[in-house]
């Protein structure tokens, strides 16, 4: 049974930090591509961070770079998001995500959620 599940989520006041971790398992870790995305309420899910398997390629939404960092763990099944600076537009529901490279499939967490107050 593929399980993603998310935790580090909470309430902070702006420009404090919080770590996103994403637990993965049921599936070949090596052979996914991760990502963190985020959905606020009334806007779409946009991409947030995306790492390779072997973390050699690393990606982040524009308004994040500088403030976020993403690591994964290929020993633990782990994937991290660490949130540096958060402002209140950080505010959102962030989502785990596995991408597979080899075949085709694409699994989601349950979500936690990150609350950001002024």
């Known amino acids: 049974q593929v399980q993603l599940v998310e935790s580090g989520g909470g309430l902070v006041q702006t420009g404090e930090s919080l770590r996103l971790s994403c637990a993965a398992s049921?599936?070949?870790?090596?052979?996914?591509?991760m990502r963190w995305y985020r959905q606020a309420p009334g806007k779409e899910r946009e991409l947030v961070a995306a790492?390779?398997?072997?973390?050699?390629?690393?990606d982040y939404l524009d308004s994040v770079k500088g403030r976020f960092t993403i690591s994964r763990d290929n020993n633990k099944n782990t994937v991290d998001l660490q949130m540096n600076s958060l402002k209140p537009e950080d505010t959102a529901m962030y989502y785990c995500?596995?991408?597979?490279?080899?075949?085709?499939?694409?699994?989601w967490g349950q979500g936690t959620q990150v609350t950001v107050s002024s």
């Open positions: 049921g599936f070949t870790f090596l052979t996914a591509a």
């Open positions: 995500n596995a991408w597979g490279i080899f075949q085709r499939y694409e699994y």
């Open positions: 790492i390779s398997v072997s973390s050699d390629t690393i």
